[in-house]
């Protein structure tokens, strides 16, 4: 098998074509115009705006595409050697690195996508799935460029091992160490780490988190996990201000999160963005944009940019019922009152009563706004 999912080689060119897709497959290799290419890069980017509409899936997409890139290696030359945002982590052998439990979720999410756009790179379509992840969860605009070419073999995957542990024992050193040699630096170290503003980390796949707490136990999304945050499908700067506190036992600090308040000069950049939104903004849109270029091959060297893209999204506020229903919102009060009215006559809206004809009634409507919509795919 070549990746995990269903591809072949075309004889002709070389590239990797997922079965039943067509001869454009091959366009990529050889001469998709440029004004093709970015219909298709924005045509992509509709349908990943669906899936995270449905899916709520903008942190998995996040970590797919940081860490297709993070790989990079400065002192390698040679491409596809030096690692980076080359495709390579659609490939089971580089799936099944430790470090990447999980991310196997999140290639499922965006194979349909590239399917019905078979001319998008795997390595621009991981890398466009993540700034857009981070522009609708209410982020910044990241300034992007695309173009970049796949790897097409599972040999051209780097070892493994050239990510970063989330558990060191030295944290500081081996943070330093991983990013310097991708080339980033304290400031962008501080930025990047912001990212843990969205999403979880789950014992079953890092060993990292507890099984679940009371902002994961609903979802949206599968529900379980630690997150780092209390809404955790909200980019902001909350990460910095709720690791700092470290109040919360709900909320997940990594020894990696903690040195970042630990180490003087870690210490300057994240008291600044804990204090100051706009500047974590600003540096986080430059280090990401940075992060997902690195190791890249581009055709043609510049790069297509998708101008148009949306401006900032507006930050929503975060309402988990309605993340989870899409349909409507119950508040937490009303949700808190339904619950004390079933405990009071010795139930729980988790079930029905046999004989409470208003409570079940109470019930559906839990139900309904709470559980509205499912998340069929376990993991996002
Ligand atoms: C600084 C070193 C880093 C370490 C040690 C680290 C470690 C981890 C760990 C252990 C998880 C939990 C994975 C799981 O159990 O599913 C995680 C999740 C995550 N990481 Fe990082 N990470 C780092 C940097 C980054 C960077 C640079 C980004 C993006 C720019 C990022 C984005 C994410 C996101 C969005 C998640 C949540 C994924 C989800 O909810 O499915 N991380 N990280």
């Known amino acids: 098998m070549i990746s995990l999912l269903s591809m072949s080689t075309s004889a002709a060119s070389g590239c990797l074509i997922p079965s039943g897709a067509t001869v454009r497959s091959a366009l990529r290799c050889n001469a998709t115009s440029s004004s093709s290419y970015v219909e298709q890069l924005k045509s992509a980017r509709e349908d990943i705006k669906v899936l995270l509409d449905t899916k709520y899936c903008h942190p998995i997409l996040v970590r797919l595409g940081w860490h297709d890139a993070g790989t990079y290696n400065k002192d390698i030359q040679e491409w596809p050697q030096r690692g980076g945002a080359n495709g390579s982590l659609r490939f089971e052998a580089e799936l099944k690195h430790a470090a990447n439990a999980g991310l196997i979720n999140a290639l499922k999410l965006v194979q349909p996508i590239k399917d019905d756009h078979p001319d998008v790179t795997y390595a621009d379509l991981f890398q466009l799935a993540s ?148 500047v974590f903004f600003n540096d986080y849109a430059e280090a990401h944009a940075k992060l997902s270029n690195l190791g890249a091959k581009f055709d043609p060297p510049e790069g297509f940019s998708l101008d148009d893209t949306p401006a900032k999204g507006l930050p929503e506020k975060f309402v988990a019922a309605k993340y989870s229903s899409g349909k409507r919102e119950l508040s937490d009060s009303m949700k808190q009152k339904i619950r004390a009215e079933y405990e009071a006559v010795g139930g729980s809206p988790d079930k029905p009563l046999p004989t409470n004809y208003f409570l079940n009634i109470t019930y559906i409507l839990y139900r309904y706004v709470s559980y509205g919509s499912d998340c069929n795919i376990k993991s996002c």
């Not at 209410?138 to 050239?162: A, N």
Request: glycine share 10%; net charge negative; proline share 9%.
């Open 131 to 278: 700034a857009t992840s981070i522009e609708l969860a209410g982020g910044t605009k990241i300034p992007m460029k695309y173009g970049r070419l796949d790897v097409s073999s599972p040999t051209q995957c780097p070892e493994e091992g050239r990510l970063p542990d989330a558990g060191p024992p030295s944290p500081a050193d081996h943070l330093r160490t991983v990013f310097y040699r991708m080339g980033l630096d304290d400031k962008e170290i501080v930025a990047l780490s912001g990212a843990h503003t969205l999403g979880r980390s789950r014992p079953e796949r890092s060993g990292w988190g507890k099984p679940h707490t009371k902002y994961t136990k609903d979802g949206p999304g599968a529900p379980g996990g630690q997150s780092w945050t209390v809404q955790w499908l909200k980019f902001d700067n909350s990460y910095f201000k709720d690791i700092k506190e470290q109040r919360d036992e709900d909320l997940l600090v990594l020894p990696t999160d903690a040195i970042l308040f630990d180490d003087p000069t870690f210490k300057q950049y994240a008291e600044k963005y804990a204090e100051d939104q706009d």
